[in-house]
């Protein structure tokens, strides 16, 4: 065993070292799980019990010299490098840049609707996303038992007196009305909840923008315009619109909004299954109802509102066609997003 030792003390000796090559080759013959110097270590079992200690401490003093030497030679192959007589440096090459952050897609898409409003007189306003009952369902008009309320399954968090997660941005225009005096314009984008089950469709989180606009003598026409404008202000200047007929308790004449497919010119795809149309939200004539719960007198003012989902938007922007992309946070789907300036 003694000679054996000294025999691997040797070649570690003269194993001369002069390239990374030779370096790792080194590391493989002496160092690595099958190497020589493991291989001694097996051999103590064989050792006489009285005899192990000092042919272990023996091994151990091998172990150190060849990780000695193979750290010296890594350093010195390593500073010799630097020095210029290994790789190339050039050292007034621009550094390669880092990886900066970008904007989540759902940002992108509710600042760009933001500032298409704001071009029009729209300002910005917030509430808050936990909600009582009165703002979320009953100052927009929908009674206690009816049915309505099933139509948006709420998250509650406490009941008598209900508390929940605002189930729509709703909720924001019943708070600028009790705050603020007509004339209002005001656009309110949000996160809402829903009890659903998550689909690639569906989310119990998604995106909302509400929009309002209350003053003397606003009609339908103001409502078909303003929403013509938006069209064709995010999704191009050929766009066209459609109102359909539907019901929602807080505006009456009611109607879901569909822009023409942007993918096929409203031709008929996949995406749009065919009808040229896609639907992006909801919108109406306030009703005169909403409008008193505020204390706005419904024979002086009237207004129109309309609600649009970020989610669709973002979706039908890019062609995105997995809801569920938007809340995994993977740095692949993520980096394909890019701010438009
Ligand atoms: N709050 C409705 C929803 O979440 C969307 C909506 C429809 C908002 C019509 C409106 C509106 O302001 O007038 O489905």
């Known amino acids: 065993m003694n000679a054996e030792i000294e025999k691997v003390k040797a070649e570690i000796g003269k194993f001369s070292i002069s390239s990374s090559e030779e370096l790792e080759k080194f590391r493989l013959e002496f160092l690595s799980k099958k190497g020589k110097v ?142 603020e005096k007509p004339p209002i314009r005001t656009l309110s984008p949000g996160r809402v909840f829903r009890n659903e089950a998550i689909s690639a469709r569906a989310h119990c989180i998604f995106h909302q923008v509400e929009g309002l606009y209350i003053n003397r003598g ?22 066209k619109i459609r109102l359909r007929p539907s019901f929602f308790p807080f505006t009456e004449p009611s109607a879901e909004l569909d822009v023409s497919c942007p993918f096929c010119n409203g031709k008929g795809c996949k995406i749009c299954k065919g009808t040229g149309w896609v639907e992006i939200g909801g919108a109406g004539m306030v009703d005169p109802r909403v409008l008193r719960s505020s204390n706005i007198d419904p024979d002086e003012y009237s207004g129109f509102a309309f609600g649009m989902g970020i989610e669709r938007i973002t979706m039908l922007k890019y062609q995105i066609n997995d809801i569920r992309l938007f809340f995994e946070n993977d740095v692949r789907f993520l980096q394909q997003f890019q701010r438009e300036i």
């Not at 509710?110 to 509430?127: C, T, W």
């Open 38 to 179: 493991p291989a001694l270590f097996v051999g103590l079992k064989d050792v006489l019990p009285e005899e192990k200690r000092k042919v272990g401490q023996a091994i151990n003093e091998v172990k150190v010299l060849a990780q000695k030497k193979f750290d010296d030679q890594k350093a010195l192959l390593g500073n010799n490098k630097a020095q210029g007589s290994g790789e190339m440096v050039d050292p007034t090459l621009p550094s390669k840049p880092g990886q900066v952050g970008g904007s989540h897609p759902i940002s992108i898409v509710r600042d760009q609707m933001v500032k298409i409003f704001e071009r029009i007189g729209f300002n910005v306003s917030h509430g808050p996303e936990i909600e009582d009952d009165w703002h979320n369902f009953t100052a927009l008009n929908f009674p206690p038992d009816h049915p309505a309320r099933e139509m948006q399954d709420t998250f509650f968090i406490e009941k008598d007196p209900d508390i929940a997660l605002r189930t729509h941005t709703s909720s924001v225009q019943v708070r600028v009305m009790e705050n």
């Open 218 to 239: 606003v009609s339908f026409v103001d409502l078909k315009q303003t929403l013509y404008h938006f069209a064709k202000e995010f999704f191009g200047e050929n766009t």
